[in-house]
């Protein structure tokens, strides 16, 4: 599966399954992000509010792969809603990552994470953020650009004044919590959705269903859920500082009957992210 792409809108392909860094610091992201690389991935996904590009760009360094073979992909930080701000940003995340093109850029969320549940959009700073990622796309210093964690109306609000279309939204999506109708809007206006935290943190490892069908088809619960991911078209990134689980995340060569695809479709989770819990985007989900 590390070697099949999916097709952006731009004509430009990314792999199907992603290594996400979040949470990897600096000291630990070189390592981990060779390791996933020696196992055969070649999509990474980091971001400035991870404080690990620079260990992303020194794994890539150290890599023997080439750079062509790589999709890397970075998110402006939340908080920049202003064209000044995001022009030195994307400039700041190519010296860090010392590249000098990116193959996906995202603003990371349409709202900063301080005021994430707010009823403000920031629907003029995202397109002020957003023209800036135009213009470093049409200079070539970004291949792909796209959004994270952007709902109907903060999409409805690009793509009434964008000039070029976003090509992919990333957003959290896993068994038990699908967004069937952001995931559905995205794809009918031709963006990829790629799917964070595709195996919950362990939210769905008390489900009997899940349990049921992973033994079923004789695979772990994360096989099951990055797999119930890709068969919703959507690019899953799962994240593990274990080389095993890397493995075993991208051992994902089965189908899935459209039958237990409903079933898990219909999965209610109990949205317990642990340690997480208090995290933006989950605790939106959460309800607090």
């Not at 935290?197 to 004789?218: D, E, R, V």
Request: with cysteine; aromatic share 8%; charged share 25%.
């Amino acid at each position: 599966m590390l070697t099949e792409t999916f097709t952006l809108s731009n004509g430009n392909e990314i792999p199907k399954i992603g290594f996400g860094t979040w949470k990897l610091h600096a000291a630990a992201a070189k390592e981990k992000v060779l390791e996933a690389i020696e196992v055969g991935y070649r999509h990474i996904d980091t971001a400035q509010a991870y404080g690990n590009e620079e260990a992303v760009g020194e794994a890539i360094k150290a890599s023997k792969i080439s750079r062509d073979d790589l999709f890397i992909t970075t998110k402006l930080a939340a908080e920049i809603k202003d064209y000044a701000g995001a022009v030195q940003a994307i400039d700041d995340s190519l010296k860090k990552i010392k590249l000098e093109s990116l193959d996906l850029m995202l603003i990371h969320s349409p709202k900063p994470w301080a005021y994430f549940q707010e009823e403000d959009h920031y629907f003029e700073g995202n397109c002020a953020a957003w023209q800036a990622l135009e213009e470093a796309y049409e200079a070539g210093k970004i291949r792909a650009i796209g959004v994270s964690n952007f709902e109907i109306i903060d999409l409805e609000n690009l793509l009434q004044h964008c000039k070029i279309k976003p090509m992919v939204n990333q957003v959290l999506a896993h068994i038990g919590q699908t967004l069937v109708e952001v995931i559905d809007y995205s794809q009918k206006n031709g963006l990829l959705v790629e799917a964070y935290s595709p195996i919950a943190h362990g939210a769905m490892l008390n489900s009997k269903t899940i349990t049921t069908l992973a033994q079923k088809y004789q695979v772990s619960i994360p096989q099951l859920a990055i797999r119930y991911c890709l068969q919703l078209d959507l690019l899953p990134l799962p994240k593990t500082g274990n080389k095993k689980h890397m493995e075993n995340n991208a051992d994902v060569d089965f189908t899935i009957s459209e039958r237990d695809m409903l079933k898990l479709k219909g999965v209610v989770s109990d949205f317990d992210y642990g340690k997480d819990n208090d995290t933006p985007v989950f605790r939106k989900v959460l309800g607090k």
